[in-house]
């Protein structure tokens, strides 16, 4: 009977105090018999067993009483929960501290301390605390770092090294404290540990010590930004990519490489799984298409399957360039495949979730594509615009250059209505005159100074008209030519005085003043072309006729390609001279490469200048 049997072992635990062997004999068939058996741990506990393991593990001389003492009581508390709240108190944290501490503890007894702690903290929140509180945590921390060094290390018989037993123990009583339940500030102290931790990641791939590094790195960094964020400030996440590169290239000849790839695998989804914008770090070292390679692995079981998928979303949840590379590597067929032929529904959502990555890429770059098409229209709707309004700039100024042309015509014109009055008056007057000259003829000396007279009139016009107009050069000498022309017709009245001179004789004498209005008109016509070439060249210097001169430079450079580049318009180059409407039509003149614009400016004028001959 199972109960009888306890009963048993316990007197004689009690009474073989001087036979540490037989008090070893015990303890090791008490555990045998509780181990995985709730209910005999929890009677062994009611019967007061529990407790005087415990003082025997204080009390004892013997180091092979306290370790088998130390076995016997992690044993009982790992398959009871009652008894792992009986003999969770900061008491028992600081004894096993002591042992940890001693200097004269054996490695053995240090190992079945750990094993005690572990299986205190392990599914247990106040285990979790009384082990920070305590400052066990920071002893656990402290072993881990000085029990295994790389130079010490034999990993050739790791099962019988118990120096190595002793650092394995510790990192899985370091997992245990910061995971289930999680324990942050466990997480933010364990940390601590990370730079030593990524050293042995660097120095060795052994599985041996790969995956105890590898279980402590996953639970310490998950679902804790701070510590993530940690370790990826240090190169963990590097350093880890660099392990999973190595392993894949051995993977093809060593299966225990795949199956160490795959725990690499599930330690870097549990780095970047709350911020997937870590996953860009991956993306130097081709980390998707390397996990696509160790999916299509057939040796994997579904639950390792899952784990490379969820790695493979969380790598291109955000990160373009992971999710290019799943595209490129054929990772959408095989998500599909994946989803079609299986039957769990666990991997058929991981793999959901890859695809649905795949979606919102498809759809954030049509977003990129639509929004960049619509800043070019933008820019074009803008650019059309600012032409428009310059345009529009560019006909308002014509417009008032057109105006003002408009009005000195208008001007001209009602001056030329006022000479065609005045010639009217002159030729009456000097009708009757002419009469006066039949019936009492006068000094040749009087009639040349009267029709001097008459001739100065047109002048005193000409010169009330230069204060609208601009003074002509071309004025002066055709007065000139009026007095010579007045002083031959003098001349010609002296010599024929004696004879009556008829009605056609008077007409004809006054056709030299007659002649003198034309001129004063021609010049008035002269005047006007002048001003429409001067602002002809002002607006060939705006803007829009220069607009326009370049696209006749453009198209006469597109047509004569073949011709010297120093070819060009007299007119296009000639803008800072100090041009007239003389000079510049002879500038034009000489030209013999002249634009369009420039052509059409000089042919208008030999047009104006002919009728003016007729």
Same mark, same amino acid.
């Given at each position: ?14 009474? $073989? ?56 009581? %992690? ?8 008894? $792992? ?65 790389? /130079? ?99 993977? /093809? ?17 549990? /780095? ?145 209505? $006022? ?36 001739? /100065? ?9 230069? $204060? ?55 010049? %008035? ?90």
């Amino acid at each position: 009977d199972m109960k009888t049997d306890l009963n048993l072992l316990l007197e004689c635990l009690k009474y $073989q105090m001087d036979c540490p062997l037989s008090q070893k004999e015990a303890l090791i068939t008490i555990y045998s018999i509780c181990q995985q058996n709730s209910e005999a741990s929890e009677y062994f506990r009611e019967i007061g067993g529990l407790m005087f393991i415990n003082d025997l593990a204080k009390s004892s001389a013997h180091c092979i009483v306290k370790e088998a003492a130390l076995f016997t009581l %992690g044993i009982i508390i790992e398959s009871n929960v009652y008894c $792992q709240q009986t003999l969770c108190t900061s008491a028992l944290f600081e004894d096993l501290i002591l042992f940890l501490i001693k200097k004269d503890s054996g490695v053995n007894l240090k190992r079945m301390s750990v094993y005690v702690i572990l299986v205190l903290v392990s599914n247990n929140k106040n285990g979790q605390t009384y082990v920070r509180d305590t400052g066990c945590i920071s002893l656990l921390l402290q072993l881990f770092r000085t029990t295994l060094s790389t /130079c010490e290390k034999n990993l050739s018989d790791e099962s019988t090294d118990p120096c190595y037993q002793l650092w394995s123990s510790v990192c899985s009583t370091l997992c245990a404290c910061v995971n289930n339940p999680q324990n942050e500030d466990n997480q933010n102290i364990c940390c601590s540990v990370f730079p030593y931790a990524k050293e042995w990641l660097e120095s060795c791939t052994e599985p041996e010590i790969v995956r105890p590094i590898c279980s402590f790195l996953g639970l310490t960094v998950a679902n804790n930004s701070y510590v993530q964020k940690y370790f990826v400030s240090i190169g963990g996440l590097d350093t880890l990519a660099k392990v999973l590169l190595e392993l894949m290239h051995d993977s /093809c000849l060593s299966h225990s490489s795949m199956k160490l790839a795959v725990v690499v695998t599930k330690t870097l989804d549990a /780095c970047i799984a709350n911020n997937s914008a870590m996953g860009v770090v991956l993306a130097k070292y081709h980390t998707v298409s390397e996990l696509l390679k160790l999916l299509s692995n057939e040796t994997l079981s579904t639950g390792e399957k899952i784990s490379i998928i969820l790695t493979i979303g969380h790598c291109t949840e955000v990160c373009e360039e992971n999710q290019c590379e799943l595209l490129q590597n054929n990772g959408l067929p095989l998500m599909i495949q994946v989803l079609t032929e299986s039957q769990d529904e666990e991997l058929i959502k991981a793999a959901t979730f890859v695809l649905q990555n795949c979606k919102q890429m498809t759809e954030q770059l049509s977003l990129k594509l639509y929004g960049n098409s619509l800043n070019e229209n933008n820019a074009e709707e803008l650019n059309v615009q600012v032409r428009k309004r310059c345009l529009q700039d560019y006909w308002k100024k014509a417009k008032e250059i057109l105006h003002r042309i408009n009005s000195i015509e208008k001007q001209h014109d009602e001056e030329r209505v $006022q000479g065609e009055i005045f010639v009217e008056e002159s030729s009456v007057a000097n009708s009757e005159a002419l009469k006066s000259h039949e019936v009492n003829p006068v000094d040749p000396k009087k009639h040349t100074e009267r029709t001097q007279k008459d001739v /100065c009139c047109p002048q005193l016009t000409s010169r009330l008209n230069n $204060q609208v107009l601009a003074p002509s050069v071309t004025c002066a000498p055709e007065k000139n030519e009026t007095v010579n022309t007045v002083d031959a017709a003098s001349t010609r009245q002296t010599e024929q005085r004696n004879t009556p001179c008829s009605v056609t004789e008077l007409q004809t004498d006054s056709v030299p003043q007659s002649h003198n209005i034309n001129g004063k008109t021609a010049c %008035g016509k002269n005047q006007l072309h002048f001003l429409v070439t001067f602002f002809l060249l002002h607006l060939d210097q705006h803007p829009f006729c220069s607009e326009k001169t370049e696209r006749v430079k453009s198209t006469s450079a597109t047509s004569s390609s073949h011709e010297m580049g120093d070819l060009t318009c007299l007119g296009c180059t000639g803008g800072g001279l100090s041009l007239n409407s003389r000079t510049f039509t002879k500038m034009l003149q000489s030209c013999l490469h002249r634009c369009e614009h420039h052509r059409v400016i000089l042919e208008a004028e030999d047009r104006y200048r002919g009728e003016l001959r007729r």
